[in-house]
């Protein structure tokens, strides 16, 4: 099998990081194809020996052509939350591409259980992960958890009023590093295993949103309080914040998910896969602290 390795969005905050524990690994820059709507964006990469390609999602044919020569191709899923099912069809306009450039195994970055999730956006990675499984391809569906990262959304306005409105209520979230999710991926990306695979990859524990805060008021010196609200009240207040109407569905949605408990999962899945316990959020939260306004 071809062991050329596809990195589709090279330029996004995941897909660098990937690249970065690729190489890491000691998977020679020759090997690693770097894909992305902005080549210029990468000139670091191309100047290491990584071959970097222009690749759209919304371009079916220069997808295929951009895809030649690859062995394993990783879809890193779109940020074309529109409402609309946009991102599906550019997940599929891949999927297909892949097919056409005779690539041997497909790899995707999905979400736990998307069967049934109440987030928005669930059906865009439930349909990419049939189009994947309907090619018959070996296949990896990394089902990424919710990253520690997503919490600098929501904390630093939180953190400065004293009060963090949620309507979660005795929700838990397994909140995971992107950098140990990268490293899991790539720790995966270089098996040569030809048989399907499917990671789950979270964190090690459940925290509720009360936990959360307690640890960023540890972690800062800021003390904050939650204050539970309904879905109703805490859309209306992302709308006074000015935040646009459809991640405000999406954010909702997300408040719906963890109350659900849908985000509660913890597997071993990542230490598995790289060998030692992902970052504790604690000390995520510590690390990070000044980007939390502390």
Request: hydrophobic share 45%.
């Given at each position: 099998?071809?062991?050329?390795?596809?990195?589709?969005?090279?330029a996004?905050q995941l897909?660098?990081?990937?690249?970065?524990?690729?190489?890491?690994?000691?998977?020679?820059?020759?090997?690693?194809?770097?894909?992305?709507?902005?080549?210029?964006?990468?000139?670091?990469?191309?100047?290491?020996?990584?071959?970097?390609?222009?690749?759209?999602?919304?371009?079916?044919?220069?997808?295929?052509?951009?895809?030649?020569?690859?062995?394993?191709?990783l879809?890193?899923?779109?940020?074309a939350?529109?409402?609309?099912?946009?991102?599906?069809?550019?997940?599929?306009?891949?999927?297909?591409?892949?097919?056409a450039?005779?690539?041997?195994?497909?790899?995707?970055?999905?979400?736990p259980?998307?069967?049934?999730?109440l987030?928005?956006?669930?059906?865009?990675?439930?349909?990419?992960?049939?189009?994947?499984?309907?090619?018959?391809?070996?296949?990896?569906?990394?089902?990424?958890?919710?990253?520690?990262?997503?919490?600098?959304r929501?904390?630093p306005?939180?953190?400065?009023?004293?009060?963090?409105?949620?309507?979660?209520?005795?929700?838990?979230?397994?909140?995971?590093g992107?950098?140990?999710?990268?490293?899991?991926?790539?720790?995966?990306?270089?098996?040569?295993?030809?048989?399907?695979?499917?990671?789950t990859?979270?964190?090690?524990?459940?925290?509720?949103?009360?936990?959360?805060?307690?640890?960023?008021?540890?972690?800062?010196?800021?003390i904050?309080?939650?204050?539970?609200v309904?879905?109703?009240?805490?859309?209306?207040?992302?709308?006074?914040?000015?935040?646009?109407?459809?991640?405000?569905?999406?954010l909702?949605?997300?408040?719906?998910?963890t109350?659900?408990?849908?985000?509660?999962?913890?597997?071993?899945h990542?230490?598995?896969?790289?060998?030692?316990a992902?970052r504790?959020?604690?000390?995520?939260?510590?690390?990070?602290?000044?980007?939390?306004g502390?």
């Amino acid at each position: 099998m071809n062991d050329k390795i596809f990195v589709t969005g090279a330029a996004g905050q995941l897909g660098r990081l990937v690249i970065k524990q690729l190489l890491a690994r000691g998977v020679a820059p020759h090997r690693i194809i770097a894909g992305t709507r902005s080549p210029e964006k990468l000139a670091d990469l191309a100047a290491a020996g990584i071959e970097v390609r222009r690749a759209d999602f919304e371009d079916s044919r220069g997808l295929a052509e951009a895809f030649n020569g690859a062995g394993t191709v990783l879809i890193i899923s779109t940020d074309a939350l529109d409402g609309t099912d946009t991102r599906l069809k550019q997940h599929r306009n891949a999927v297909s591409a892949a097919v056409a450039a005779d690539v041997k195994r497909l790899a995707y970055t999905s979400q736990p259980n998307p069967d049934s999730s109440l987030l928005t956006f669930a059906p865009d990675h439930l349909g990419t992960e049939q189009a994947i499984k309907a090619t018959g391809l070996p296949y990896v569906i990394f089902r990424n958890g919710w990253y520690q990262e997503n919490l600098l959304r929501a904390l630093p306005n939180a953190l400065k009023s004293g009060q963090w409105h949620s309507a979660a209520e005795g929700g838990r979230t397994s909140y995971v590093g992107r950098e140990d999710i990268a490293e899991a991926m790539a720790a995966a990306l270089t098996t040569s295993a030809s048989e399907s695979r499917t990671y789950t990859l979270t964190g090690s524990e459940a925290l509720s949103t009360e936990d959360i805060a307690r640890l960023a008021s540890q972690a800062t010196g800021r003390i904050l309080s939650v204050a539970h609200v309904t879905d109703g009240q805490f859309a209306a207040g992302l709308k006074a914040a000015g935040v646009p109407e459809i991640f405000v569905s999406v954010l909702v949605s997300a408040e719906a998910e963890t109350r659900a408990g849908n985000l509660s999962i913890v597997t071993d899945h990542v230490e598995s896969l790289i060998g030692h316990a992902p970052r504790r959020l604690a000390e995520y939260l510590r690390e990070a602290k000044s980007a939390f306004g502390a």
